[in-house]
């Protein structure tokens, strides 16, 4: 069931199977207007690989017959239950086995959700072409550099408007704006009609860089016919609208003059705009900066190079000269706004930092909010630093943060601007995925055409339906210092009884059915090994019921070794579950001396 | 340097001297007016045992010449930095020592972080009785008789506006608003004037009970002359005020009304206003509503004896007959607010509950907020719930949650009715405590005057000063099942090691100075034992480096085991590092075979 409006909006994409275009393989062609022929019978696949039901490694796949376009090839960062895992990737096992088919790598904008895992993919194939937004390409082109893998793809940039054919398919880059300069969303040009994929996204109708939202594209593509609208569901919790970027300059710059000691702030990285204003009102309030943090100078560095941000010669000082500079006058940016543990900020609130010592007269604004399971971190930090006199301006009713993500409002706002046929929700965790799904029912799409997907789950689009058909490879791979994929879910769950409840080993030999030696008992993270505690009490008990189980076992049935561990630890288990209520994770290994 | 509003006022309390009471001890003194002789040359010290930079185990000892009073006796729940660990307590050994010395303790309201450490306190000394709203003491009486400790203490009941000595000291209650009926806060009245304890408090104009907030009371403790404020911060990082309990009753009705299937709701189960609120409603709507938890049903059970809700038999139905029901007639009311794995809505959510299945019309409502720490395992409950179709109302834009403490503009209110010369923010983190004190700076108090103090910090006043001066013990228990203080740094150290990092251990035996087994290698939460994988490379390296590290050892030294295992440890510790880059915890055992 269709309502008559998407019925009508349909038929006109049929209707453009007439119109026809110049096509030239892997060209940015200038003036092309995306129009792609109407196949009768195409089916096109859209299968996402990481972002769907998550937020982060974004990762999509566009399949036409032989063809495969890849969309963003993003990392993901660690949640609680996956302790010592650096990074999380996709699993690309299905383009692993269709590498020949893959066209090329579009990229919407250079956070690490949608760039962080392109290298892992172009360790396992080659990708012919990559576009993307210089800045994002800027950044990529360094992780190559790092990994030693330019020759496995070539990189170019992407430009407003401009459509790049590949193969079958051509891709328009429509200004967006969100929390990094440069950012896109597209369109996604098919033998079935066009598919407008958000990206991250805000709505900004004063951007910093005054580079606005190519609204107009958008509409574009909504008035000749949407075919799918696949959006970005972040905030979708959140009524209303997000401020402007803009919104921040004020109360920062508040915050500065009010500033009479040394001002140190913080912010992700990779906000191009939020570093532009910082470094616009250091130089109003006549201070200077100093940069720490490896990946912050990068931005900057970048984004000067590029255009997003000018500043004048001498603004940013080295770091070895913050110390001879007078406290009103110096700036400090830095990285560690998620109080990650090894950042400049965190080892400054810790005293563990070389150079910075926090002092009771100092100003430390956090320009940022916690990703969700930062919350802990971030708080210890602000704790730390207000022990130590310092003045912190943080968190949400400080408004020296806005999100880069769309609130309900904007959500709306883009549903109506596309009118999509068929609605995907994407970027967000189940809930915000069936909310974003409900606005978009409430925007006029058929609820029978909004898809709440899984990562690895296909959407078959044909001329006349869509459906879910069918799923491929998905999942996770946990990356832990320098090994990929090593991890598993057994691993984990190891780590996690280890965790909570501990260990405890017990070895012992026997020889000739006799026990040689007295049980060694080793216990980790579950009870101190000191005799005179309820412990010591536990060591006894235990000693002898290793003993016993062992005379009992040897007695019965020999020397069968495998037995006799396992016939331990059964009454082991039963001993610390009656006297210590607890189930470590348990070792045992009876020796047999020869 | 005090301002003049505050001379005046301490002036004002110096006069009081002539004022004389009847004094019984123990006696809970209607109409008595609180008033204490004043003495020279008094001292009394406050110390916080618990609630000082952190959220909760609040424990507070007024201690005057050879009296302690206990001002409530609660627990805290652990960090992430605390695998296994179930419950937290304050270290009481300050109280153990004097003992003797213990008058009485005053609870101001029934929440866990102020009643649930007063069980472990009594199983270490008695105290002779103890004082609290009828639904704490309600409450204690169950778990004193769960623990059998009923001999130990004897309970009263406070009442609103009574005073009570006990000793040299007298307490008054006073009524405030919070998140459970019957809170209060206290006026200490002391030989050097008045201290006003504000309990956990917001001001709620319009509360469901209407039971309202005795402002005249503070304000008449003002008037006269507050030497001290001692006032919650939970709230200070927010603007404005609390909404009143009462403005959740609207959203509800309208998600109840709305409801075509069934309703399942839940909330914290002290709530006793909002379990009301959500009664009066189930009866408006035609419903029937089954409670599911213990702890929820014996708080309903409770409230509706004490009288602090009244619903007609028949409203609540036994949870066997829940299936028998028609969808759009029943509510279930259900514990697990806050994602707890075992609560009844988690078991429902992930389809481990015996009874409840979740359908695609029932209509899920969380009226509640995640504690700090909980966000991610609420947001698990709400993914699942959607994921099985069912409408989830939750968070903060959906209006069917108020906060029991009160904000900045309250706090500021407070400061303003109590004018204390002196202020001891309470009841928040670090940051809490320093952003609450600049608040009562704002608000007049000299900053001087305003103390931030740490758990275990003495603050002692006198007739013309106020100090910190000293330290008594003070730190954390951590309990896991059954077992009290067994957990220590070094074994939470342990858990956290292994649960990051995993664990490698290594077993050989020698005779004679020569190896006579291979050595055994076991993982755990580090690699996977199989042979074709990086792993197993690993492993081959492993056994090999061990077998070198003993042959040169014990070459070289004989066949002292200790520096057989130190070598061992210390070039198994070099080839982790080279080939896996990982810590695990090591542990190496070398028996000696005769």
């Known amino acids: 069931m269709s309502t008559d409006g998407n019925e009508k909006k349909v038929r006109k994409v049929i209707k453009r199977q007439d119109q026809t275009v110049v096509i030239t393989k892997g060209d940015e062609t200038r003036g092309f207007n995306g129009n792609i022929p109407i196949v009768a019978g195409a089916k096109i696949k859209v299968i996402p690989l990481g972002g769907m039901c998550e937020i982060g490694k974004n990762t999509w796949i566009i399949e036409y017959e032989n063809e495969m376009i890849i969309i963003d090839g993003g990392l993901a960062f660690p949640s609680d239950e996956m302790p010592g895992v650096e990074i999380v990737l996709p699993d690309i096992s299905y383009l692993i086995q269709n590498k020949n088919k893959i066209k090329g790598l579009f990229i919407t904008h250079g956070h690490e959700d949608h760039i962080g895992g392109i290298v892992p993919m172009l360790k396992q194939f080659d990708i012919p072409v990559i576009y ?17 893998l330019q020759d496995k793809t070539t990189l170019h940039k992407g430009k407003p408007r401009s459509t790049i054919k590949l193969g079958s398919l051509a891709f328009t880059y429509v200004r967006n704006t969100h929390s990094i300069a440069d950012s896109f969303s597209l369109i996604i040009h098919t033998p079935l009609g066009q598919i407008v994929h958000s990206g991250d996204f805000k709505f900004d109708f004063t951007p910093v860089d005054g580079e606005f939202f190519d609204v107009y594209s958008l509409a574009k593509a909504g008035e000749e016919g949407a075919l799918l609208l696949i959006s970005d569901s972040t905030n979708v919790e959140k009524e209303g609208y997000t401020p402007s970027e803009r919104s921040v300059y004020n109360r920062l710059e508040e915050e500065f003059f009010k500033a009479t000691g040394r001002i140190i702030i913080t912010t992700f990285a990779s ?23 490896r990946s912050m100078l990068l931005l900057a560095t970048i984004s000067k190079e590029l255009g997003h941000m000018t500043f004048p ?29 090894l950042s400049a900020l965190t080892r400054m609130a810790f005293d563990e930092h070389k150079q910075i010592t926090i002092q009771a007269k100092d100003t430390v604004i956090i320009s940022a909010t916690p990703i969700p399971g930062n919350e802990r971190s971030v708080a210890n930090v602000v704790n730390a630093l207000s022990a130590k006199g310092a003045k912190v301006i943080y968190g949400r009713d400080a408004h020296i943060h806005v999100s880069g993500h769309a609130c309900k409002e904007e959500q709306r706002m883009l549903l109506n601007i596309v009118r999509p046929k068929y609605f995907l929700p994407a970027h967000g965790e189940y809930r915000m995925l069936v909310m974003h799904g409900n606005l978009g029912v409430d925007c006029g799409v058929d609820p029978q055409n909004v898809f709440i997907m899984e990562n690895g789950d296909v959407l078959e689009l044909s001329s006349d339906s869509a459906k879910l058909n069918g799923q491929v490879p998905a999942g996770i791979i946990m990356v832990d210092s320098t090994r990929v994929g090593d991890i598993d879910k057994t691993i984990l769950e190891q780590r996690h009884k280890l965790g909570s409840e501990g260990l405890l080993s017990v070895m012992a030999t026997v020889k000739n059915g006799k026990i040689i030696s007295e049980p060694i008992i080793e216990a980790k993270g579950l009870i101190l090994m000191q005799e005179d505690t309820t412990s010591g009490h536990f060591i006894t008990d235990a000693k002898k019921t290793i003993v016993d189980a062992l005379k009992a076992s040897l007695e019965k049935n020999g020397k069968n070794m495998e037995d006799l561990q396992a016939k331990v630890k059964e009454e082991l288990r039963d001993l610390i579950h009656k006297e210590l209520r607890r189930e470590p994770l348990l070792q045992v290994v009876i020796l047999e001396s020869k």
């Open 271 to 293: 906000q191009v705009h939020r570093i532009k204003q910082i470094l616009d009102i250091t130089q109003k309030t006549g201070r200077k900066v100093a940069i720490y943090g």
């Open 132 to 148: 993307g937004p210089p800045l994002a390409i800027a950044l990529l082109g360094e992780k190559l550099k790092d990994a030693s």
């Open 313 to 341: 010669d001498g603004l940013i000082i080295n770091t070895e000269d913050v110390n001879k500079m007078d406290d009103d006058k110096i700036v400090i940016l830095t990285t560690g706004s998620q109080g990650e543990p």
